[in-house]
C-alpha cells in the first residue's frame, strides 16, 4: 500500500536557494556504509569458519587463493557502480534545484533494491568462489552447504546495508520533499520492519542449517561441539543485529517525540534549526513532515508575534514618561524592567500645575501582552481622572468603579497614586492593595509608609484611605512593584523586604539618584536571575525646599542696593507652612522664615528679628490659641516683597484685641511679670515695626509687618 500526499495542499512553500545537502558527503557516507556492512558480515562468517575449523568453506584459508579478496572488491565495485546509476537523478535534482518525483522514487526504493542486489551478488560470489576453488569441479551435494551459509551471510550483510543506507539518505529525501516540489510517496511502516526482522530469522536459519549440514556430514566426535559454538555466535549475532535495527528506528521515534516535547515547552527554541528525526518513507516519516509543517507555521507565527510584542514594547515606551526628570526642588527617576518583551507594569509622572504633579505606579496581574493591554488601558484611565480633580483616593475610587465591570473576575490591578504639593512639600498618598512605599530621611532614616486596601477590581464600592506626608530637603519617596521583592537568586533565595531595606539603608544623601538606581538594578540583575516578573520602581527625592529654591532664584537678580529702586512695590513672594500645635516644631519654621527674608534682603540685618518674633508669634498660637491640642494646625504665611515683609500666623482660636494688647498699661503689666512666657507680644512689638490682628476664611491671624531698611 502507497501513501501519497502533496505538502502543498498542506500550505507548505518551497523555499528558494540551494539545497543545503552536501552530495560528496553523502557519496562519502553510502560508500562507507557498504565496505563498512561487508567488512562486518564477512568478519563474522570469518570468525564462525574458525569456530567450526573451517568447515564451512574449506578452500578460501588457502595460503595462495586471493579469490575471496577479488570477490570483496568486485562487490564493492558492483555496489558502487549500481548505487551511482540509480542515484544519478537524484544528484541532477541536487544540482540544479529541480523538481524532480523520479528522484525521491529512487532514494526511496534504493534500499530494497540494494537489499534484494546484495542476496544475488553474494549467491554469485559463493557459487564463483566453489567452482574456482574446486577447479570447475562442481557437485550437487557439495553445493548445498555453501549455498545455503552464502544466503545466510550474504542476507546479513544485505540487513546492514539496507538499515544504514535508509539513515544516510534520510535528510536528502527529506530536503527533496519538503524543499523541492512537496511531494512524497510513503511505504507503510509496517514494511521495512518486517522484511528487516524476516531476513535477519532467515539469515539465522540458513546458518543454523548449514551447520547443520556439516555437522551431519562430519564423524569427528568434536564436531557437535565446534557447531553448537557457532550456532550460538549466529544466535547472538542474529539477535545483535535485529537489537541495532530496532535501537536505530527507535531513536528516530523518540528523537521525533523530544522534538515535538521541546516544540510545546515553554521557552523552548520554535525555529527550523532542529529538524525531526525520523524516516520520511513510513508513517513516521509522514509524521515528521507534518511536524516541519507545524515547525515552519509556528517560526511564522513566532516571527510575527516577535513583531508585534517589538511594536507594543515601542508604544508602551512611548507611553510612559522618561526615566528622569526634574519639576521644581524634586528629581525623579524611575525604571520599568518587563520580564518579557510586554510587561504589566506601569508608573507615570503627571504635571496638575504650576506646583502640583502627580506620581503613579501600578502592577497588572499577569505578564505578556494580555497585561500589557489592559496597562495601557490603566495608564490613559488614571491620565483622564486625575485631570478631573480630586483626591488620589477619589482618582482610585472612580477608576476602581469603571473597571471593576471591564475586567472581570481574571485579573486584578493595584495601584499607588501620590500628589505631590511642590510649594508644601507634602504628598497626598493613597494605594490601592500596592506596596507600601518608603520614605529614606536624608540622615540616612528608613520609614514605610503603613497603607492597606483592596486592589482595583474586586469590590466596586471600596473606598481608599490617604495619608499626607511632609518631605524635608533630602528626602527619597521610593515606590516600587512585587516583581523587585519576589525577585530569587540561584539558590532559590528571596530578595524580600529585608533586602530592599538593606539596601534602602546603604545609600547616600547627595549621590545621584539615577546614578544610585541604576546600579542598584544592575546589581539585580546580575546576582538575581530567577524572578520572573516585571520589575519597576520610582524614587522621588526632594533635592531643595521649593521656597528656598524660588527665593534664590528671585533674589538673584538684587546683588547690590541700587538695583533696589528697579523693584517694583508689587513684586513680592508668598510661601506657607504649616505646623502641628506641638511645643519645639516652631523653631524650624521660624528658621526658615529668616532664612527667606536674608535671602531677599541680603543688605539688611532683620533675619534674627524676625526669627524671634515669628517664633512667638507661633507659640502665642500654640498656647493661647489653639490651647496646646496636636490635632489643631498653625499656618504660617510670608510674603516678602521689595520694601516690605508680612508674616501671618494662623490659629484656631478665638483670638484678642491688638488695641488692647498693644496698650501701654498693658505692656507695663506684662514687662513687670517674672514669668517670661508674658513677654511674648512685648517681644513682637519691639522687634515688628508694627502688627495687627484679624480673621478671614482661615481662621483667626497675627500679622508682622517688616520694613527694608539698609544697614547703619
Known sequence: MEVRTTLGERGIRRQPGMFPISIPAVTSKLIAVLVFSLAVGLTAFWIKNDLVQHRLITHVHSDHNVYPFLSVAGIIALLVIHMGIRLYPVYQALTSNNSSREAVKRLQKYPYELLVGMVLLGLGAVFVSEWVGREGRLEGANLISPLIGGMGISLTIAILMFTMVRRVLRPVIVELQYALDGYSIGIPIVWPMLITYACTLLAAILNLFQLTIVESQEHDKNAPYFVGMAALFDVVFALLLAGFVTLRFRRELAGLVRSIRELVVEGSDMRLSKKPAASPADEAGELALVFRELQLRIEQKFESLGRELKLANKVQQKMLPP?????????????????????????????????????????????????????????????????????????????????????????????????????????????????????????????????????????????????????????????????????????????????????????????????????????????????????????????????????????????????????????FYAHDWMLNSIEGMERSVSEQVGLLVATFWPEVDLREDVQSAVSEGIMNAIEHGNRHNPELVVTVQAQVGSRLTVIRIYDCGGGFFPHVARSENEMAKKRELEDPRGWGLVLIDSLSDYWSTGRDERGFYMELYFMRKSRG
Open 323 to 571: 526615566g528622569d526628570l526634574t519639576i521644581g526642588s524634586y528629581r525623579i527617576a524611575a525604571r520599568n524592567r518587563p520580564f518579557q518583551e510586554v510587561g504589566g507594569d506601569l508608573f507615570d509622572v503627571l504635571s496638575l500645575g504650576p506646583n502640583r504633579f502627580a506620581v503613579m505606579i501600578g502592577d497588572v496581574s499577569g505578564k505578556g501582552l494580555p497585561a500589557a493591554l489592559l496597562m495601557s488601558a490603566l495608564l490613559l484611565l488614571f491620565r483622564s481622572e486625575i485631570r478631573r480633580n480630586g483626591s488620589p483616593a477619589e482618582v482610585l475610587a472612580r477608576m476602581n468603579r469603571e473597571l471593576c465591570e471591564a475586567m472581570g473576575e481574571d485579573s486584578t490591578v493595584t495601584l499607588g497614586v501620590g500628589v505631590i504639593d511642590a510649594v508644601h512639600d507634602t504628598i497626598q498618598y493613597a494605594s490601592a492593595g500596592h506596596l507600601s512605599p518608603y520614605i529614606v530621611h536624608k540622615e540616612g532614616t528608613i520609614e514605610a509608609i503603613s497603607c492597606s486596601s483592596l486592589p482595583i477590581g474586586i469590590d466596586e464600592d471600596m473606598k481608599y484611605e490617604e495619608t499626607v506626608l511632609k518631605l524635608q530637603p533630602g528626602d527619597r519617596f521610593i515606590l516600587y512593584t512585587d516583581g523587585l521583592i519576589e525577585s530569587m537568586d540561584e539558590s532559590g533565595r528571596m530578595y524580600s523586604f529585608d533586602g530592599l531595606e538593606r539596601e534602602l539603608a546603604a545609600w547616600q544623601a547627595g549621590d545621584d539618584v539615577a546614578a544610585v538606581l541604576d546600579d542598584w538594578l544592575a546589581r539585580m540583575d546580575a546576582s538575581y536571575v530567577k524572578d520572573n516578573d516585571d520589575r519597576t520602581v520610582v524614587v522621588l527625592e526632594l533635592v531643595q525646599a521649593y521656597w528656598l529654591q524660588t527665593a534664590q532664584r528671585e533674589a538673584s537678580a538684587v546683588t547690590h542696593a541700587e538695583a533696589l529702586s528697579e523693584l517694583t512695590p508689587s513684586r
